[in-house]
């Protein structure tokens, strides 16, 4: 008669998505901002945002 | 737009504000402007303060009051560009997955937002183009429609 070996699982990695905690939220601005400043770099918001000022 | 929404507090001196969701718990939360690259743009910073003072990533949807929270954010954000009617503000998750329930979240109140506001989307492209339900995109930049109009 055949046994079945028990396989011990494998604890579940549940990696955090989110960054963080921040102690403070100039710590948590410092973070959000660095991220936006690199979506905002090379693309054309600044342009878009001065065109619309002249109007 | 006269949808419900929480009271909030400001900090002018350090263009704070803070409200408490109260919806199955009770989460106090902050929003807070700060400078970008970009002249007269302003990120927009949306932070939840934990049980021990440090501060989590935003939640707009975990609390059973997404609607009421969306509703003050748009408040702030009134408030903010009324105080300063030349500036936009930008805002973004901080990882992909949150831009898109932000995106989702805005999509669905997009009616009542664009009596109030202007909603441009950045494209992973880098072209800000207004904004569409349903548009994938990296961020949102916002401005007030009419400066002169009011809550």
Same mark, same amino acid.
């Given at each position: 008669?055949?046994?079945?070996?028990?396989?011990?699982?494998?604890?579940?990695?549940?990696?955090?998505?989110?960054?963080?905690?921040?102690?403070?939220?100039?710590?948590?601005?410092?973070?959000?901002?660095?991220?936006?400043?690199?979506?905002?770099?090379?693309?054309?918001?600044?342009?878009?945002?001065?065109?619309?000022?002249?109007? | 737009?006269?949808?419900?929404?929480?009271?909030?507090?400001?900090?002018?001196?350090?263009?704070?504000?803070?409200?408490?969701?109260?919806?199955?718990?009770?989460?106090?939360?902050?929003?807070?402007?700060?400078?970008?690259?970009?002249?007269?743009?302003?990120?927009?910073?949306?932070?939840?303060?934990? /049980?021990?003072? $440090? @501060?989590?990533? !935003?939640?707009?949807?975990?609390?059973? %009051?997404?609607?009421?929270?969306?509703?003050?954010?748009?408040?702030?954000?009134?408030?903010?560009?009324?105080?300063?009617?030349?500036?936009?503000?930008?805002?973004?998750?901080?990882?992909?997955?949150?831009?898109?329930?932000?995106?989702?979240?805005?999509?669905?109140?997009?009616?009542?937002?664009?009596?109030?506001?202007?909603?441009?989307?950045?494209? /992973?492209?880098? $072209? @800000?183009?207004? !904004?569409?339900?349903?548009?994938?995109? %990296?961020?949102?930049?916002?401005?007030?429609?009419?400066?002169?109009?009011?809550?």
């Amino acid at each position: 008669m055949k046994t079945l070996t028990e396989v011990p699982r494998k604890p579940r990695k549940m990696p955090r998505q989110e960054p963080g905690p921040f102690a403070t939220m100039e710590e948590l601005g410092r973070f959000k901002t660095n991220l936006a400043n690199q979506l905002l770099e090379k693309s054309n918001v600044g342009e878009v945002l001065k065109q619309r000022r002249n109007h | 737009m006269e949808q419900p929404h929480y009271f909030f507090q400001i900090r002018k001196n350090v263009r704070r504000y803070d409200f408490v969701s109260e919806g199955h718990t009770r989460i106090p939360k902050a929003i807070q402007f700060f400078d970008t690259s970009v002249p007269d743009l302003f990120n927009l910073v949306l932070g939840d303060v934990r /049980p021990d003072g $440090q @501060l989590d990533v !935003f939640s707009v949807s975990d609390n059973g %009051d997404r609607d009421k929270v969306l509703a003050t954010v748009a408040q702030v954000v009134a408030h903010f560009l009324q105080e300063n009617p030349t500036m936009y503000v930008f805002f973004t998750g901080s990882t992909p997955a949150r831009t898109r329930l932000y995106r989702m979240a805005v999509g669905h109140e997009f009616t009542n937002l664009v009596v109030q506001f202007e909603i441009m989307a950045l494209l /992973p492209s880098k $072209q @800000l183009v207004p !904004f569409q339900p349903n548009l994938s995109c %990296d961020g949102f930049v916002i401005s007030l429609k009419n400066p002169n109009v009011t809550e």
